[in-house]
């Protein structure tokens, strides 16, 4: 037994970031080395496919950092109605207008304009409510919208890794990945690199 302790003296702000980044780069290795055929397979009927959970956690991305905290967001009305929780299936199931190969694109630039917002947003904001949520009863703070989008991607990375284990196409990595900012570098450049040698094949 030991009573010797780990110095972390790191803020709110921080810790909020530290927790998106893991959560975000660990979302990317349940995405790479991904077949093209897998990314609208479904396991059963009414079980949805890679495409449209990446769509789903993305939507969930835009709306909070984009929409709520900044005003605007990349993701058409359209696109977050048909990744929207509660779509009827036949809608959810059916491949989406826009290509993968075009949806990962924005996926990548909703991320980076997410973690652009938060770095310069200021600590004691962090607190506040987004600026645009107008009369929506569901009102959380920055901080509190960091913590759901993270859960939320926590969970849909679980289902990613189950679908891809059973099509005979496993995440090549282990959870949780990432905890330290270099690891966390490390795996973004991975996955940028395979997504540059590989994209071509999802157009």
Known sequence: MTDQQIKDN???????LDTLETVICNFMI???GIEPENITKQLSEDSNHIFWILGHCT?????VFGLHCQGKGLLSEEQHKHFS??????IAHTKPAISYYDF?????????????????LPEE??????????????KESI??????????????????????????????MGFVAG???????????????????NKEKFI
């Open 30 to 32: 349940s995405l790479q």
């Open 59 to 63: 939507s969930h991305i835009d709306i």
């Open 125 to 138: 904001k962090f607190r506040d409510l987004p600026q645009n949520l107008g009369e929506k009863s569901f």
């Open 104 to 120: 990962m694109e924005l996926f990548l630039k909703i991320t980076e304009n997410t973690f652009d917002y938060l770095e310069k």
């Open 10 to 16: 790191r803020s709110m702000k921080e810790f909020a």
């Open 85 to 90: 929780y509660g779509i009827a299936k036949e």
């Open 179 to 197: 905890m330290k900012r270099e690891s966390r570098n490390s795996i973004n450049d991975k996955y940028i690199k395979w997504w540059n040698e």
């Open 143 to 172: 901080f509190m919208g960091v913590q759901r989008v993270a859960l939320h991607l926590m969970g849909h990375m679980g289902q990613i890794t189950i679908i891809r284990r059973k099509l005979g196409n496993p995440v090549s």
